[in-house]
């Protein structure tokens, strides 16, 4: 399943999205969180001509909303500390003159002329939610937003259509969702060496807990700005370090944020069955410590799992065991629990001791290397194996340009070794196809839309190669990437 998501034209703004919400995108950026923020949401009630629902009255509708301990309401407000006030009222039932269909955005429209309510008065702090059973088969979507109209439709064919109101208002507030980076089994976690499952991370109501209302995890606290300042800790020393479970409302630490020092932090948070989270289903993760990836002040996460890199299952680090990250050398060890919260040992390497474990860095992406008698395409600090020379050269590429060296201290990167007849050119590579280039990416091949961009992003015509019919196949597959932009964060470094 994938999400649409539209920027003027229709193109996807994330790698392997989920098909489960349609994000019609405002202005990229356009919400800056203050922390305190009231929303005035009205729902609106809504059947088609020829199908309907009746599974909640418009009273059950407004408690699960406003009223009820389990309300949205009652969600925002615990999930911020306060600072989201949520009020509102409910509209309906309607019966529109529409047919069943999935065009959310046409009922919007007699949705919200069936309830008398003001197109002007509708805003980013007043949105509107229109609940409905879209179909008649499945929409490729649960949850539409469409933010440029501060409109919000989710259909009832999901069971948990409360839940997922509460994760489009996420949105709203300025959120993204909660990934996973899937590793593979390696610790190196980052957009270029993982698969990001964009909605990966069972334990936040913006990934896959919005299949039930979950605390958000600590970068989307932070970027929300619901933390105070004694409430996030910033840590350059190593020592140990306390924290409370990141639902308790005191002016106590719930997150350790960590400066990685590849242009990502960890942030390490503590949660307990307590509040909303009793809607957990995971006890793993009560007993240690949940450790997400993130740039600075981003409104997206990625949860890693530090002991099963491919797993987004049990993803805690429990007490009694410890993660060594090696990209930075740091070493993130629970040490023991009290009623209170955990103590979290966090030790950072010496310089020597890091200069000494960093990884290679001596190639380039894009550099063919020959060790011990296996050519190797470099993609960053890993690397991706020839079988043969027959399939080294029916790629297109040249024995000039290969080099000797030592690789032995880069990752392999096993699933994408190119091993037979039909292997696509390797990620980080050219592709020439007609009139285009495309860069090579594990997502896909993505267009470059001009030579100013190409030439922007590290381009070299020496490390362009045309396209075989893998590559094309996979061209037809990738249609919905986003473009490649200047400086495209995409590109493997």
Same mark, same amino acid.
Not at 222 to 226: K, L, R
Not at 273 to 290: A, C, E, K, W, Y
């Given at each position: 399943m994938r999400i649409l998501i539209f920027l003027i034209l229709f193109i996807l703004v994330s790698i392997f999205l989920p098909k489960n919400e349609l994000i019609k995108e405002a202005k990229a950026d356009s919400y800056v969180p203050s922390g305190n923020k009231n929303l005035y949401v009205r729902v609106v009630l809504a059947n088609f001509s020829n199908a309907s629902f009746s599974g909640v009255t418009p009273g059950e509708m407004s408690s699960q909303m406003f009223y009820s301990y389990d309300s949205v309401r009652s969600f925002y407000n615990e999930e911020s500390y306060g600072k989201v006030s949520i009020t509102g009222d409910v509209y309906g039932w309607f019966n529109l003159p529409a047919k069943q269909s999935c065009d959310a955005e046409s009922v919007f429209d007699q949705a919200v002329a069936a309830a008398g309510i003001s197109v002007s008065s509708i805003s980013g702090s007043s949105p509107v939610v229109v609940v409905a059973p879209f179909g008649p088969s499945?929409?490729?979507?649960?949850?539409?937003?469409?933010?440029?109209?501060?409109?919000?439709?989710?259909? +009832?064919?999901?069971?948990?259509?409360?839940?997922?109101?509460?994760?489009?208002?996420?949105?709203? @507030?300025? *959120?993204?969702?909660?990934? %996973?980076y899937n590793c593979d089994n390696r610790m190196l976690f980052s957009i270029q060496n993982c698969i990001v499952e964009e909605y990966g991370d069972d334990y936040d109501v913006m990934g896959s807990g919005s299949v039930k209302m979950v605390h958000m995890d600590a970068v989307h606290k #932070? %970027?929300?700005?619901?933390f105070n300042s004694s409430n996030i800790q910033a840590v350059a020393n190593s020592g140990q370090y306390f924290l409370e479970s990141i639902e308790n409302t005191s002016s106590k630490t719930k997150a350790i944020k960590i400066n990685r020092g590849d242009g990502q932090y960890f942030y390490l948070e503590y949660r307990?069955?307590?509040? =909303?989270?009793?809607? @957990?289903?995971?006890?793993?993760?009560?007993?240690?410590?949940?450790?997400?990836? /993130?740039?600075?002040?981003s409104s997206k996460s990625y949860l890693i799992n530090p002991l099963s890199p491919?797993?987004?299952?049990?993803?805690?680090?429990?007490?009694?065991?410890? =993660?060594?990250?090696?990209?930075?050398?740091?070493?993130?060890?629970?040490?023991?629990? +009290?009623n209170s919260g955990i103590y979290v040992d966090i030790t950072f390497p010496s310089a020597q001791a890091l200069t000494s474990y960093s990884l290679p860095s001596q190639f380039a992406t894009g550099d063919l290397v020959s060790d011990q008698g296996t050519v190797y395409w470099i993609v960053g600090r890993n690397k991706i194996a020839f079988t043969s020379a027959g399939l080294f050269s029916s790629l297109g590429f040249s024995w000039g340009s290969v080099k000797n060296g030592d690789v032995s201290n880069y990752q392999e990167m096993e699933k994408l070794m190119v091993n037979t007849k039909n292997s696509r050119h390797p990620i980080g590579a050219w592709v020439k196809y007609g009139n285009t280039i495309y860069y090579s990416h #594990?997502?896909?091949?993505?267009?470059?839309?001009?030579? #100013?961009?190409? *030439?922007?992003?590290?381009?070299?015509?020496?490390? +362009? %190669?045309? /396209?075989?019919?893998?590559?094309?196949?996979?061209?037809?597959?990738?249609?919905?990437?986003?473009? *490649? #932009?200047?400086?495209?964060y995409r590109i493997y470094k």
């Open positions: 499945y929409c490729g979507w649960v949850g539409y937003s469409s933010l440029s109209r501060n409109l919000i439709a989710v259909t +009832t064919t999901n069971p948990n259509f409360v839940a997922t109101i509460a994760h489009e208002l996420g949105h709203t @507030l300025g *959120l993204a969702h909660a990934s %996973f #932070e %970027f929300a700005g619901w307990q069955p307590t509040g =909303f989270d009793r809607n @957990l289903d995971s006890q793993q993760i009560f007993g240690g410590v949940l450790i997400h990836l /993130a740039p600075n002040h491919s797993q987004a299952t049990n993803p805690a680090l429990p007490v009694g065991r410890f =993660f060594s990250d090696p990209v930075s050398g740091i070493t993130i060890a629970p040490a023991y629990q +009290t #594990e997502s896909g091949l993505i267009p470059v839309p001009s030579w #100013e961009v190409f *030439l922007s992003n590290g381009g070299s015509l020496d490390k +362009t %190669f045309n /396209a075989n019919q893998t590559d094309v196949n996979l061209i037809k597959k990738s249609y919905n990437l986003k473009i *490649l #932009e200047s400086n495209d």
